[in-house]
T-cell receptor, first 113, second 113 residues
Framework: DQQVKQNSPSLSVQEGRISILNCDYT??????FLWYKKYPAEGPTFLIS?????DKNEDGRFTVFLNKSAKHLSLHIVPSQPGDSAVYFC????????????FGTGTRLQVTL | DSGVTQTPKHLITATGQRVTLRCSPRSGDLSVYWYQQSLDQGLQFLIQ???????AKGNILERFSAQQFPDLHSELNLSSLELGDSALYFC????????????FGEGSWLTVV
């Protein structure tokens, strides 16, 4: 049962344009959401997070939006840069007694010149 | 550099053998997580320890075991290795046991031949 889903395995965006990566979840108990970026043969790097009490969190070029009613979150990257080319994972957790991050399957973003 | 250290970075071993992967968490982090990433797969949660105690268990095979020591470093033991165990094994750490950001190490590449 895939509780966190990233339905787009890949996305190609031109440099300077906006990249929008989407993520859906099914577990309504999730209350903390994160995005990680991963280059080949490296560990995932934390990008940005959002608590369920918010609907938007911004950090530089990265903004995460959360729509709790739709159980959907998205990551916007503006403007996209070639160095943003990587695999992006969304993850979710809940402040339960034994929670851990549940990851989506990832979206490979390619930013072209 | 996330501050999470994993050794070895690369390991090649034969089927039926046993290996131990080691992880030192970030300074001050009490929680350690192990994840597995096979080719073209997402990050699969294996197990979590918090301050020396097992806190959550995921899709960890019975042939695999882990522990967290008093100095908070952790080891993942993989035994009776099979070809399908070839994967990238990530350790991550966090301050709390749930509902927070976790930081990943660079991973240990295991190849079973």
């Amino acid at each position: 049962d895939q509780q966190v889903k990233q339905n787009s395995p890949s996305l190609s965006v031109q440099e300077g344009r906006i990249s929008i990566l989407n993520c859906d979840y099914t577990n309504s108990m999730f209350d903390y959401f994160l995005w990680y970026k991963k280059y080949p043969a490296e560990g995932p790097t934390f990008l940005i997070s959002i608590s369920s009490i918010k609907d938007k969190n911004e950090d530089g070029r990265f903004t995460v939006f959360l729509n709790k009613s739709a159980k959907h979150l998205s990551l916007h990257i503006v403007p996209s840069q070639p160095g943003d080319s990587a695999v992006y994972f969304c993850a979710a957790s809940y402040t339960g007694t034994a929670s851990k991050l549940t990851f989506g399957t990832g979206t490979r973003l390619q930013v072209t010149l | 550099d996330s501050g999470v250290t994993q050794t070895p970075k690369h390991l090649i071993t034969a089927t039926g053998q046993r290996v131990t992967l080691r992880c030192s968490p970030r300074s001050g982090d009490l929680s350690v997580y192990w994840y597995q990433q096979s080719l073209d797969q997402g990050l699969q949660f294996l197990i979590q320890y918090y301050n020396g105690e097992e806190r959550a268990k995921g899709n960890i095979l019975e042939r695999f075991s882990a522990q967290q020591f008093p100095d908070l470093h952790s080891e993942l033991n993989l035994s009776s290795l099979e070809l399908g165990d070839s994967a990238l094994y990530f350790c991550a750490s966090s301050v709390l046991s749930s509902g927070n950001t976790i930081y990943f190490g660079e991973g240990s590449w295991l190849t079973v031949v």
